[in-house]
Protein backbone atom coordinates (compact mmCIF):
# COMPACT_ATOMS: atom_id res chain seq x y z
CA UNK A 1 0.00 0.00 0.00
CA UNK A 2 2.42 2.45 0.88
CA UNK A 3 4.97 1.30 -2.19
CA UNK A 4 1.90 2.25 -4.10
CA UNK A 5 1.25 5.80 -2.79
CA UNK A 6 5.39 6.15 -3.09
CA UNK A 7 4.96 5.19 -6.42
CA UNK A 8 2.52 7.48 -7.12
CA UNK A 9 4.07 10.35 -5.45
CA UNK A 10 7.25 9.55 -7.42
CA UNK A 11 4.86 9.87 -10.91
CA UNK A 12 3.53 12.81 -9.93
CA UNK A 13 6.90 14.27 -8.81
CA UNK A 14 8.37 13.72 -12.13
CA UNK A 15 5.70 14.82 -14.08
CA UNK A 16 5.67 17.81 -12.54
CA UNK A 17 9.30 18.66 -12.64
CA UNK A 18 9.37 17.27 -16.41
CA UNK A 19 6.77 20.17 -16.90
CA UNK A 20 7.37 23.01 -15.04
CA UNK A 21 11.16 22.42 -13.85
CA UNK A 22 12.63 25.21 -15.58
CA UNK A 23 11.44 27.52 -12.59
CA UNK A 24 14.20 25.87 -10.17
CA UNK A 25 17.54 27.05 -12.23
CA UNK A 26 15.70 30.35 -13.13
CA UNK A 27 14.89 31.48 -9.21
CA UNK A 28 18.23 29.71 -8.10
CA UNK A 29 19.99 31.57 -10.39
CA UNK A 30 17.73 35.58 -9.62
CA UNK A 31 18.55 34.49 -5.91
CA UNK A 32 22.29 33.81 -6.31
CA UNK A 33 25.04 36.71 -6.32
CA UNK A 34 26.89 36.87 -9.88
CA UNK A 35 29.71 34.21 -10.08
CA UNK A 36 28.74 32.20 -7.39
CA UNK A 37 27.30 28.56 -7.73
CA UNK A 38 23.41 28.50 -7.75
CA UNK A 39 23.23 24.69 -7.67
CA UNK A 40 22.79 24.63 -3.66
CA UNK A 41 19.55 26.41 -4.36
CA UNK A 42 18.22 24.79 -7.21
CA UNK A 43 18.87 21.16 -5.18
CA UNK A 44 17.01 22.66 -2.35
CA UNK A 45 14.11 24.08 -4.54
CA UNK A 46 13.72 20.80 -5.85
CA UNK A 47 13.87 18.73 -2.27
CA UNK A 48 11.28 20.94 -1.02
CA UNK A 49 9.23 20.15 -3.83
CA UNK A 50 9.68 16.56 -3.73
CA UNK A 51 8.92 16.89 0.45
CA UNK A 52 5.86 19.31 0.02
CA UNK A 53 4.11 17.43 -2.80
CA UNK A 54 1.94 16.08 0.49
CA UNK A 55 0.54 19.51 0.97
CA UNK A 56 0.02 20.25 -2.52
CA UNK A 57 -4.20 19.03 -3.23
CA UNK A 58 -4.72 20.70 -6.54
CA UNK A 59 -6.43 23.34 -5.34
CA UNK A 60 -4.59 26.23 -6.92
CA UNK A 61 -2.61 25.87 -10.72
CA UNK A 62 0.49 23.13 -10.34
CA UNK A 63 2.53 25.98 -11.36
CA UNK A 64 1.49 28.87 -8.35
CA UNK A 65 2.15 26.15 -6.19
CA UNK A 66 5.71 25.60 -7.99
CA UNK A 67 6.34 29.33 -7.84
CA UNK A 68 5.16 29.08 -4.00
CA UNK A 69 7.40 27.13 -2.40
CA UNK A 70 10.48 27.47 -5.32
CA UNK A 71 9.98 31.48 -3.75
CA UNK A 72 9.55 30.75 -0.53
CA UNK A 73 12.72 28.52 0.00
CA UNK A 74 14.83 31.23 -2.07
CA UNK A 75 13.50 34.16 0.36
CA UNK A 76 14.33 32.01 3.51
CA UNK A 77 17.39 30.18 1.77
CA UNK A 78 20.75 31.77 3.68
CA UNK A 79 24.35 31.31 2.60
CA UNK A 80 26.62 30.65 5.13
CA UNK A 81 28.71 33.79 3.24
CA UNK A 82 25.82 36.07 4.62
CA UNK A 83 26.72 34.88 8.74
CA UNK A 84 29.69 37.31 8.29
CA UNK A 85 28.16 39.79 6.75
CA UNK A 86 26.88 42.82 8.86
CA UNK A 87 23.04 42.72 9.01
CA UNK A 88 22.56 45.85 7.48
CA UNK A 89 23.95 44.98 4.22
CA UNK A 90 21.17 41.95 4.14
CA UNK A 91 19.05 43.61 2.06
CA UNK A 92 20.49 43.29 -1.47
CA UNK A 93 19.53 46.51 -3.10
CA UNK A 94 21.87 48.57 -2.88
CA UNK A 95 24.80 46.35 -2.47
CA UNK A 96 25.16 44.08 -5.39
CA UNK A 97 27.59 44.82 -8.20
CA UNK A 98 26.76 45.14 -11.54
CA UNK A 99 28.07 41.95 -13.48
CA UNK A 100 30.85 42.65 -15.81
CA UNK A 101 29.44 43.65 -19.18
CA UNK A 102 28.83 40.32 -21.46
CA UNK A 103 31.74 40.42 -24.93
CA UNK A 104 28.31 39.79 -27.45
CA UNK A 105 26.52 42.34 -28.92
CA UNK A 106 23.40 44.80 -27.69
CA UNK A 107 20.85 42.12 -27.30
CA UNK A 108 23.35 40.30 -25.21
CA UNK A 109 24.03 43.62 -22.78
CA UNK A 110 20.78 44.43 -22.56
CA UNK A 111 20.16 40.80 -21.19
CA UNK A 112 22.79 41.06 -18.64
CA UNK A 113 21.17 44.65 -17.75
CA UNK A 114 17.80 43.15 -17.23
CA UNK A 115 19.85 40.53 -14.52
CA UNK A 116 21.85 43.13 -13.14
CA UNK A 117 18.82 45.46 -12.73
CA UNK A 118 16.66 42.14 -11.40
CA UNK A 119 19.33 41.28 -8.61
CA UNK A 120 19.17 45.41 -7.54
CA UNK A 121 15.64 44.86 -6.23
CA UNK A 122 14.80 44.12 -3.02
CA UNK A 123 15.09 40.21 -2.31
CA UNK A 124 10.52 40.31 -1.80
CA UNK A 125 10.42 42.91 -4.59
CA UNK A 126 12.60 40.46 -6.78
CA UNK A 127 10.28 37.25 -6.52
CA UNK A 128 7.46 39.66 -7.88
CA UNK A 129 9.07 41.22 -10.60
CA UNK A 130 10.03 36.96 -11.31
CA UNK A 131 6.20 36.32 -11.34
CA UNK A 132 5.72 39.66 -14.25
CA UNK A 133 8.31 37.87 -16.28
CA UNK A 134 7.14 34.57 -16.42
CA UNK A 135 3.84 35.98 -17.57
CA UNK A 136 1.71 35.66 -14.13
CA UNK A 137 -1.01 38.49 -14.02
CA UNK A 138 -1.66 39.98 -11.46
CA UNK A 139 -4.55 37.80 -9.90
CA UNK A 140 -1.45 34.84 -10.35
CA UNK A 141 1.18 37.12 -8.46
CA UNK A 142 -1.58 37.70 -5.65
CA UNK A 143 -2.26 34.36 -5.28
CA UNK A 144 1.28 33.08 -5.24
CA UNK A 145 2.33 36.25 -2.87
CA UNK A 146 -0.96 35.71 -0.74
CA UNK A 147 -1.79 39.91 -1.26
CA UNK A 148 -4.74 41.29 -2.95
CA UNK A 149 -4.89 41.65 -6.55
CA UNK A 150 -5.11 45.49 -6.28
CA UNK A 151 -2.07 45.72 -4.55
CA UNK A 152 -0.42 43.36 -6.79
CA UNK A 153 -1.01 45.41 -9.67
CA UNK A 154 0.29 48.51 -7.98
CA UNK A 155 3.30 46.63 -7.26
CA UNK A 156 4.13 45.43 -10.38
CA UNK A 157 3.94 48.47 -11.89
CA UNK A 158 6.00 50.37 -9.75
CA UNK A 159 8.55 47.44 -10.06
CA UNK A 160 8.30 47.83 -13.89
CA UNK A 161 9.02 51.36 -13.73
CA UNK A 162 12.05 50.45 -11.47
CA UNK A 163 13.49 48.06 -13.91
CA UNK A 164 12.67 50.55 -16.95
CA UNK A 165 14.39 52.94 -15.71
CA UNK A 166 17.41 50.64 -15.00
CA UNK A 167 17.54 49.59 -18.02
CA UNK A 168 17.32 53.23 -19.55
CA UNK A 169 20.18 54.32 -17.21
CA UNK A 170 22.05 51.52 -18.37
CA UNK A 171 21.40 52.02 -22.05
CA UNK A 172 22.27 56.22 -21.76
CA UNK A 173 25.69 54.93 -19.63
CA UNK B 1 -0.24 43.50 -21.33
CA UNK B 2 1.65 46.67 -22.77
CA UNK B 3 4.22 47.00 -25.01
CA UNK B 4 7.18 47.77 -22.25
CA UNK B 5 6.32 44.62 -20.32
CA UNK B 6 6.16 42.52 -23.28
CA UNK B 7 10.13 44.23 -24.23
CA UNK B 8 11.04 43.44 -20.52
CA UNK B 9 9.28 39.58 -20.83
CA UNK B 10 11.08 38.91 -24.17
CA UNK B 11 14.76 39.96 -22.77
CA UNK B 12 13.75 37.47 -19.77
CA UNK B 13 12.85 34.68 -22.23
CA UNK B 14 16.30 35.18 -24.17
CA UNK B 15 18.09 35.63 -20.91
CA UNK B 16 16.59 31.60 -19.59
CA UNK B 17 16.47 30.47 -23.12
CA UNK B 18 19.27 28.03 -22.03
CA UNK B 19 17.30 26.49 -18.95
CA UNK B 20 15.31 23.54 -20.06
CA UNK B 21 12.96 21.30 -17.66
CA UNK B 22 14.83 18.20 -17.01
CA UNK B 23 13.04 15.05 -18.29
CA UNK B 24 14.76 12.65 -16.53
CA UNK B 25 15.32 14.36 -13.13
CA UNK B 26 16.59 12.20 -10.33
CA UNK B 27 14.23 12.34 -7.33
CA UNK B 28 16.21 14.83 -4.45
CA UNK B 29 18.36 13.45 -2.09
CA UNK B 30 15.91 14.38 1.47
CA UNK B 31 18.93 13.96 3.89
CA UNK B 32 20.62 16.46 1.62
CA UNK B 33 18.90 19.41 2.63
CA UNK B 34 20.84 23.12 2.49
CA UNK B 35 18.79 25.20 3.75
CA UNK B 36 19.15 27.71 6.51
CA UNK B 37 16.38 25.81 8.25
CA UNK B 38 18.20 22.01 7.95
CA UNK B 39 21.27 23.48 8.82
CA UNK B 40 20.24 24.72 12.16
CA UNK B 41 18.72 21.12 12.54
CA UNK B 42 22.03 19.66 12.04
CA UNK B 43 23.78 21.90 14.18
CA UNK B 44 21.34 21.73 17.35
CA UNK B 45 21.46 17.79 16.78
CA UNK B 46 25.49 18.22 16.82
CA UNK B 47 25.42 20.52 19.82
CA UNK B 48 22.97 17.81 21.46
CA UNK B 49 25.38 15.34 20.99
CA UNK B 50 28.53 17.02 22.15
CA UNK B 51 26.15 17.55 25.68
CA UNK B 52 25.24 14.01 26.15
CA UNK B 53 29.10 13.39 25.28
CA UNK B 54 29.97 14.55 28.41
CA UNK B 55 28.72 11.24 30.32
CA UNK B 56 31.19 9.44 28.72
CA UNK B 57 34.18 12.09 29.76
CA UNK B 58 32.91 11.55 33.11
CA UNK B 59 32.77 7.92 32.78
CA UNK B 60 36.23 8.27 32.22
CA UNK B 61 37.62 10.85 34.88
CA UNK B 62 35.13 8.93 37.31
CA UNK B 63 38.29 6.54 38.73
CA UNK B 64 40.20 9.89 38.80
CA UNK B 65 37.45 11.46 41.47
CA UNK B 66 36.93 8.17 43.16
CA UNK B 67 38.17 9.23 46.97
CA UNK B 68 38.15 12.94 46.10
CA UNK B 69 34.28 13.55 46.14
CA UNK B 70 34.06 16.77 47.73
CA UNK B 71 31.99 19.28 46.99
CA UNK B 72 33.41 20.40 43.93
CA UNK B 73 33.41 16.66 42.53
CA UNK B 74 29.53 16.55 43.27
CA UNK B 75 28.74 20.22 41.29
CA UNK B 76 31.05 18.49 38.87
CA UNK B 77 28.77 15.75 38.25
CA UNK B 78 25.83 17.68 38.90
CA UNK B 79 26.51 19.73 36.07
CA UNK B 80 27.89 16.80 33.45
CA UNK B 81 24.10 14.98 34.13
CA UNK B 82 22.60 19.22 33.89
CA UNK B 83 24.57 19.09 30.35
CA UNK B 84 23.36 15.65 29.26
CA UNK B 85 19.82 15.72 30.42
CA UNK B 86 19.71 19.46 28.17
CA UNK B 87 21.59 17.77 25.22
CA UNK B 88 18.73 15.04 25.40
CA UNK B 89 15.76 17.67 25.56
CA UNK B 90 17.91 19.37 22.66
CA UNK B 91 17.59 16.30 19.98
CA UNK B 92 13.87 15.39 21.26
CA UNK B 93 12.71 18.91 20.38
CA UNK B 94 14.91 19.35 16.96
CA UNK B 95 13.30 16.07 15.65
CA UNK B 96 9.89 17.45 16.03
CA UNK B 97 10.78 20.40 13.53
CA UNK B 98 9.16 20.31 10.32
CA UNK B 99 11.28 20.26 7.29
CA UNK B 100 8.61 21.25 4.55
CA UNK B 101 7.66 24.19 3.55
CA UNK B 102 4.46 25.80 4.67
CA UNK B 103 2.06 25.06 2.04
CA UNK B 104 0.52 28.75 2.18
CA UNK B 105 1.23 32.24 0.07
CA UNK B 106 4.51 33.59 0.44
CA UNK B 107 3.22 36.48 2.32
CA UNK B 108 1.41 34.21 4.90
CA UNK B 109 4.23 31.98 4.82
CA UNK B 110 7.17 34.23 5.96
CA UNK B 111 4.88 35.65 8.37
CA UNK B 112 4.70 31.96 9.92
CA UNK B 113 8.24 30.65 9.39
CA UNK B 114 9.30 34.54 11.27
CA UNK B 115 6.26 33.54 14.02
CA UNK B 116 7.74 30.33 14.89
CA UNK B 117 11.40 30.85 14.46
CA UNK B 118 10.97 34.03 16.47
CA UNK B 119 9.19 31.62 19.21
CA UNK B 120 12.15 29.28 19.34
CA UNK B 121 14.59 31.55 19.45
CA UNK B 122 14.83 32.40 23.18
CA UNK B 123 15.61 28.69 24.36
CA UNK B 124 17.83 27.70 21.35
CA UNK B 125 20.32 30.84 21.89
CA UNK B 126 20.01 29.92 25.86
CA UNK B 127 20.78 25.74 25.06
CA UNK B 128 22.89 26.60 22.46
CA UNK B 129 24.43 29.34 24.54
CA UNK B 130 25.01 26.71 27.59
CA UNK B 131 27.81 24.73 25.78
CA UNK B 132 30.64 25.99 26.22
CA UNK B 133 29.59 27.56 29.39
CA UNK B 134 29.00 24.18 31.23
CA UNK B 135 32.50 22.74 29.02
CA UNK B 136 33.93 26.01 30.92
CA UNK B 137 32.01 24.99 34.42
CA UNK B 138 33.06 21.47 34.52
CA UNK B 139 36.41 22.03 33.71
CA UNK B 140 36.93 24.63 36.87
CA UNK B 141 34.97 22.63 39.03
CA UNK B 142 37.21 19.07 38.19
CA UNK B 143 40.26 21.32 38.67
CA UNK B 144 39.21 22.44 42.27
CA UNK B 145 38.24 18.75 42.59
CA UNK B 146 41.35 16.93 42.12
CA UNK B 147 43.29 20.27 43.41
CA UNK B 148 41.50 21.14 46.99
CA UNK B 149 44.15 23.52 47.94
CA UNK B 150 43.65 26.01 45.02
CA UNK B 151 39.69 26.46 46.43
CA UNK B 152 40.67 29.32 48.71
CA UNK B 153 42.31 31.66 45.35
CA UNK B 154 40.12 34.43 44.84
CA UNK B 155 40.90 34.23 40.94
CA UNK B 156 39.41 30.06 40.96
CA UNK B 157 36.27 31.53 42.86
CA UNK B 158 35.93 34.21 40.13
CA UNK B 159 36.34 32.15 37.54
CA UNK B 160 33.58 29.45 39.16
CA UNK B 161 30.88 32.10 40.07
CA UNK B 162 31.59 34.74 37.42
CA UNK B 163 33.47 32.94 34.63
CA UNK B 164 30.70 30.66 33.80
CA UNK B 165 27.56 32.96 33.95
CA UNK B 166 29.14 35.35 32.09
CA UNK B 167 30.25 33.30 28.73
CA UNK B 168 26.60 31.40 28.84
CA UNK B 169 25.03 35.20 28.60
CA UNK B 170 27.54 36.20 26.30
CA UNK B 171 27.51 33.03 23.86
CA UNK B 172 23.58 32.78 24.34
CA UNK B 173 23.65 36.84 22.93
CA UNK B 174 25.71 35.38 20.05
CA UNK B 175 23.59 32.49 19.02
CA UNK B 176 20.07 35.70 19.55
CA UNK B 177 22.35 37.70 16.89
CA UNK B 178 23.12 34.69 14.15
CA UNK B 179 19.67 33.69 14.87
CA UNK B 180 18.71 37.02 14.15
CA UNK B 181 20.74 37.78 11.00
CA UNK B 182 18.78 35.22 9.71
CA UNK B 183 14.84 36.62 10.85
CA UNK B 184 15.92 39.43 9.25
CA UNK B 185 16.87 38.49 6.47
CA UNK B 186 13.04 37.06 5.93
CA UNK B 187 11.60 40.08 7.53
CA UNK B 188 13.39 41.96 4.72
CA UNK B 189 12.01 39.60 1.79
CA UNK B 190 8.45 40.42 3.90
CA UNK B 191 8.69 43.68 3.44
CA UNK B 192 7.86 43.51 -0.21
CA UNK B 193 4.52 42.57 0.53
CA UNK B 194 3.68 44.34 4.00
CA UNK B 195 4.29 47.86 5.21
CA UNK B 196 4.60 47.31 8.32
CA UNK B 197 7.16 45.05 8.12
CA UNK B 198 9.45 47.24 5.88
CA UNK B 199 9.08 49.62 9.10
CA UNK B 200 10.01 47.10 11.66
CA UNK B 201 12.64 45.65 9.59
CA UNK B 202 14.87 48.89 8.96
CA UNK B 203 14.65 49.28 12.94
CA UNK B 204 16.02 45.83 13.61
CA UNK B 205 18.70 46.47 11.11
CA UNK B 206 19.87 49.75 12.82
CA UNK B 207 20.07 47.35 16.27
CA UNK B 208 21.27 44.26 14.76
CA UNK B 209 24.36 46.67 13.51
CA UNK B 210 25.23 47.82 16.98
CA UNK B 211 24.30 45.13 18.97
CA UNK B 212 27.12 42.51 16.52
CA UNK B 213 29.61 45.02 17.85
CA UNK B 214 28.74 45.44 21.21
CA UNK B 215 28.65 40.93 21.34
CA UNK B 216 32.49 41.27 19.73
CA UNK B 217 33.83 43.85 22.33
CA UNK B 218 32.36 42.28 25.32
CA UNK B 219 33.75 38.51 24.35
CA UNK B 220 37.26 40.44 23.99
CA UNK B 221 36.82 42.37 27.52
CA UNK B 222 36.05 38.63 28.59
CA UNK B 223 38.89 36.77 27.37
CA UNK B 224 41.33 39.99 28.45
CA UNK B 225 39.84 39.83 31.79
CA UNK B 226 40.34 36.08 31.87
CA UNK B 227 44.19 36.52 31.32
CA UNK B 228 44.78 39.22 33.64
CA UNK B 229 43.46 37.43 36.48
CA UNK B 230 45.38 34.71 35.53
CA UNK B 231 48.48 35.91 35.10
CA UNK B 232 47.78 38.08 38.69
CA UNK B 233 47.39 35.13 40.46
CA UNK B 234 50.50 33.37 38.82
Redesign the interface.
Known amino acids: MGEVADRQR ?1 EI ?2 DL ?6 IA ?2 VA ?1 LYTPPGEDAA ?2 E ?2 I ?7 L ?3 CGRSKAST ?1 MY ?2 A ?3 A ?4 RRR ?2 RL ?3 S ?2 HAENVPDPAPPPGGR ?1 DR ?2 SA ?2 GALARL ?4 R ?2 AYL ?4 CGPEEVA ?5 SAN ?1 AGV ?1 LHRI ?1 AR ?2 AM ?1 AGKEEG | MNSEQDDLRELWLQENAGAVSPTKAPLPDAAAGRSETARLRRRVRLDGWMKLLVLLVLGAALPLLAGRMNAAAWAAVGFSLLGAVLGAAQLAWSSGWSGQNTPLPLAQGLASDLDSWRRRRPALALLLGATPALAFQIYVLAYLALNPGSSGKLVNLIFLVAGGPLLWLLASWRQWARLDAWLLQIESALAAFDEQAAARCKRARKRAGRRTTLIAALFLLLLLAGVVLYWLSR
Open positions: QYLVGRHGRPARDLQERLQWWRSAGFWQVLHTLTFQHRRPDLDERRLHAPGEALMLEGEVAGIARRLKL
